[in-house]
């Protein structure tokens, strides 16, 4: 049998990080407020498996998906509540009810067409409702709400168990608009007094306790990125990305680099091409800008990002280094939320990102001396 190559570059994701991170929201929002994980988009390209058995290892109760297969895929390795955001609905809403998962019911017809397969199956079907306050994408209007509570049978057949709604601004500290959708949100909870409620995301849980409720939908925080961006990340970090050098090689002074002959040597350079590129998740955009880290010394990316390469300056590195050293690409030295304002982008943009793209490995490394490692069992 052959061995298998060594990755040119893979993702390593801190499971014990991530039970750290989901008991720092837990103790945040405190007793009266469950924590639930989103783990939409294969948990931000992180593994959706792995991730969600570290989170059922520390008491989660509650999973949200963005898409239908997600909520299917993920009823196989959790008897959890799942929380399926977005429709559409046509054709599984029937699978839908036979698999538990919780419709999140954004509009009008979205709330026909369940009523109407509870009076088929002569059962009450669970759901969530999705009342839109400010964000303008998906959920029902204030109009469309108004004409529910008008309506005694409204929403007959259907067993309501969330109400729920979502900050368009809760990462901008004081932002007006999230006391304008508190307050319409908690002038609609009233009329639903016996449903529990949701409203936070990630930011959210950090900005007030009025906006806790019953349930925190956590998403960025749990994987590391930080909620609070105008303060110090409270969040552990969770991923490392490294690529292997592949070359180490000379570049004389007037010699260029890499597709377009972007970038121009103005004296004899030490460099080293790494095996990641665009398909790998790291974003072109990072040519001639963006920075690597080898043993914690910044290297300049040199050139265009390629498809599978990016050549990197190294004649600044003293120490002895050769072939097949790894490079870290995002880590504790610079956090995905660091790497994606060089790139113009966001955080999560830079997890999902790599995430489908590259090789992970998962370790239980603890954060700090006050976590428990999670069990190997639990991740197996």
Do not use: W
């Amino acid at each position: 049998m052959c061995a298998l190559p060594v990755p040119p570059c893979e993702m390593t994701v801190n499971l014990s990080a991530i039970a750290s991170n989901f008991n720092i929201l837990q103790e945040r929002v405190g007793k009266n407020c469950h924590v639930a994980g989103v783990v939409k988009s294969d948990a931000y390209g992180l593994g959706v498996n792995k991730v969600v058995a570290a989170l059922e290892n520390q008491g989660c109760q509650f999973y949200y998906v963005a898409r239908a297969q997600e909520a299917f895929e993920l009823r196989k390795i959790t008897n959890r509540p799942i929380g399926l955001l977005a429709g559409p609905y046509t054709d599984i809403d029937y699978d839908l009810v036979r698999a538990n998962i919780y419709p999140v019911l954004n509009s009008p017809l979205d709330i026909e067409k369940f009523k109407s397969l509870a009076s088929k199956i002569e059962i009450d079907i669970p759901v969530i409702l999705h009342c839109d306050t400010g964000m303008n994408r998906l959920g029902l209007s204030a109009a469309e709400v108004q004409s529910i509570l008008n309506k005694p049978d409204a929403l007959t057949g259907l067993s309501l168990k969330i109400l729920m709604s979502h900050f368009a601004c809760a990462d901008e500290k004081g932002h007006p608009k999230n006391t304008i959708q508190y307050q319409m949100f908690d002038h609609i909870a009233d009329e639903f007094p016996a449903i529990h409620k949701s409203l936070c995301n990630s930011s959210a849980i950090f900005r007030s306790d009025k906006y806790h409720y019953d349930q925190a939908r956590a998403g960025m925080a749990l994987y590391g990125l930080n909620p609070t961006p105008e303060e110090a990340n409270p969040m552990h970090n969770v991923v490392e990305v490294h690529a292997r050098i592949l070359q180490i090689r000379q570049a004389l002074k007037g010699e260029t680099t890499g597709y377009a002959a972007s970038h121009s040597f103005d004296k004899h350079t030490k460099i080293a091409p790494l095996g990641i590129g665009y398909a790998n998740g790291l974003h072109r955009i990072l040519s001639n800008t963006g920075h690597v880290y080898y043993k914690g010394i910044a290297c300049n990316i040199l050139g265009r990002v390629s498809m599978d390469l990016i050549t990197i300056d190294i004649s600044h590195i003293d120490q002895p280094i050769q072939t097949g050293d790894q490079v870290e690409i995002t880590g504790n030295n610079q956090p995905a939320d660091i790497m994606a304002g060089e790139g113009q982008t966001i955080g999560y943009e830079v997890l999902t990102s790599f995430g489908p793209q590259i090789g992970r490995r998962y370790i239980t490394r603890r954060p700090s001396s006050d976590i428990a490692d999670i069990p190997l069992s639990a991740i197996s």
